[in-house]
């Protein structure tokens, strides 16, 4: 069963793209880490993941539900 499934996931904030569609996929029970240098869109994914920012472009499916 896949826990989190991300598709091409989009959010820019103006000019400046902090996430530039973004594929992965995590099954239950997986250990998944995202790492990356500041700046890279790690905490802006997270939060999209939980439905606190809304995303610009993808999709999203976290425990078989659309977060947003």
């Known amino acids: 069963m896949t826990a989190i499934t991300v598709q091409g996931l989009r959010k820019s904030y103006g000019a400046t793209e902090a996430v530039r569609g973004i594929d992965f996929e995590v099954r239950r029970g997986e250990v998944f880490g995202l ?3 500041n700046g890279a869109g790690k905490t802006t994914t997270v939060e ?3 439905d606190y920012r809304t995303r610009d472009g993808g999709e999203v499916e976290v425990l ?3 977060p947003a």
């Open 35 to 37: 790492l990356g240098p």
């Open 64 to 66: 078989g539900a659309d």
């Open 48 to 50: 999209i993941l939980e």
